[in-house]
């Protein structure tokens, strides 16, 4: 049972693009949903991470778009630069759980 | 940023043998964790770890999968016996808190059972 899907599971765009990554989620109980990046040879590191209180969450040339009655949200990555190239793994859990469960990942190549 | 570091960062064992993957989470953290990652795909989450115990296992966490953390040294995950089915890159995870914490992930060791 896959409770966090991720979709494309391979996305190019070209550079000054905006990347659009889809997340969906079936456990209502979740509602902590963090964005993870990693690149080849390392661990994935927090990129954004957004609450079901909220509807966005922006940082810089990330955000995060929530839809809580449709249980999906999405990353957006405006501007996209060559160094962005990498996959990303929409995670979730519930608040008073740290365990995170994790999405099949979605890996982004940008063409400068 | 805090660091969570790992070795070895490659093991390469015969099926059978015992592994243990060693695990230095960030120095004041309270929660540590271990996910499994085949060929850059999902990460599995296997097991998490608070106060000296088990909080939480998952499926693939089989019988022949143990974790501690002895005197607050390093956090380990041991395999007895190693079956060609483990080899993966085991990531390892720490965490302030249980709730809507940042988990800072080390590099990885990639495991290979021949």
């Known amino acids: 049972q896959q409770q966090v899907r991720q979709s494309p599971q391979s996305l190019t765009v070209w550079e000054g693009e905006t990347a659009i990554l889809n997340c969906s989620y079936e456990?209502?109980?979740?509602?902590?949903f963090p964005w993870y990046q990693q690149f080849p040879g390392e661990g994935p590191a927090l990129l954004i991470s957004i609450l079901s209180v909220s509807d966005k969450k922006e940082d810089g040339r990330f955000t995060i778009f929530f839809n809580k009655r449709e249980k999906k949200l999405s990353l957006h990555i405006a501007d996209s630069q060559p160094g962005d190239s990498a996959t990303y793994f929409c995670a979730a859990s519930a608040y008073n759980q740290g365990k995170l469960i994790f999405g099949q990942g979605t890996k982004l190549s940008i063409k400068p | 940023g805090p660091k969570v570091l790992q070795i070895p960062s490659h093991q390469i064992i015969d099926m059978g043998q015992m592994v243990t993957l060693n695990c230095d989470p960030v120095s004041n953290h309270l929660y540590f964790y271990w996910y499994k990652q085949i060929l850059g795909q999902q990460m599995e989450f296997l097991v998490n770890?608070?106060?000296?115990?088990?909080?939480?296992k998952s499926k693939l966490f089989k019988d022949q999968f143990s974790v501690e953390r002895p005197d607050g040294s390093y956090f380990t995950l041991k395999i007895q016996p190693t079956a060609l089915e483990d080899s993966a890159v085991y990531f390892c995870a720490s965490s302030l808190g249980g709730g809507a914490e940042t988990l800072y992930f080390g590099s990885g060791t990639r495991l290979t059972v021949l």
């Open positions: 456990n209502s109980a979740f509602d902590y």
């Open positions: 770890f608070y106060n000296g115990k088990v909080m939480e």
